[in-house]
């Protein structure tokens, strides 16, 4: 397979992908039994680990992508490089957490693998969300509602 545009070091995809795959420990998924583990790369090569955190009132849990992003923008960080995301399955990250990330890093990289430490795609957002909407659309040339970011 070729090497993705965008690939990351190797020795950078495999921190990410430990650091999800412990935090996949801490996924907090009573209902659904289904845990995810996710790790967040800052540019500044900070990461942040999140998990899903599940509710009996199902639309207050949160998932795994979502909680590293809070985490991290909660901590001044809003540029991120890629991001590692651990399920048993190899599942892919949710449309909403697809359109959180794209907020803030249109050009990270995914990468997706399962607890057993198999590598199920790399793939830049841009790919996973294409033709996204995003702060731009909002921005207008005569005023910015951004004006204190
Ligand atoms: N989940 C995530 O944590 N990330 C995703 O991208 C997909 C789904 C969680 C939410 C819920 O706790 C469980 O997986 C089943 O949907």
Do not use: W
Request: charged residues 20%; aromatic residues 6%.
């Amino acid at each position: 397979m070729p090497e993705p545009k965008n690939a990351l070091a190797p020795e950078i995809r495999q921190s990410l992908v430990d650091a999800a795959r412990s935090s996949q420990h801490n996924a907090y998924a009573p209902y659904s039994r289904y845990r995810v583990g996710a790790a967040l790369l800052t540019a500044s090569g900070e990461i942040f680990t999140g998990c899903n955190v599940e509710n009996a009132a199902t639309p207050a849990g949160i998932c795994a992508e979502r909680t590293a992003v809070a985490k991290a923008v909660s901590e001044g960080h809003r540029q991120f490089v890629a991001i590692a995301v651990i399920t048993d399955d190899g599942g892919s990250p949710c449309g909403t957490c697809r359109q959180v990330l794209n907020e803030f890093s249109p050009q990270l990289v995914g990468i997706v693998a399962t607890s057993d430490g198999e590598a199920v795609y790399e793939a830049p957002l841009t790919e996973l969300l294409p033709r996204s909407f995003g702060p731009a659309n909002l921005r207008r040339a005569d005023s910015s509602p951004y004006g204190h970011e």
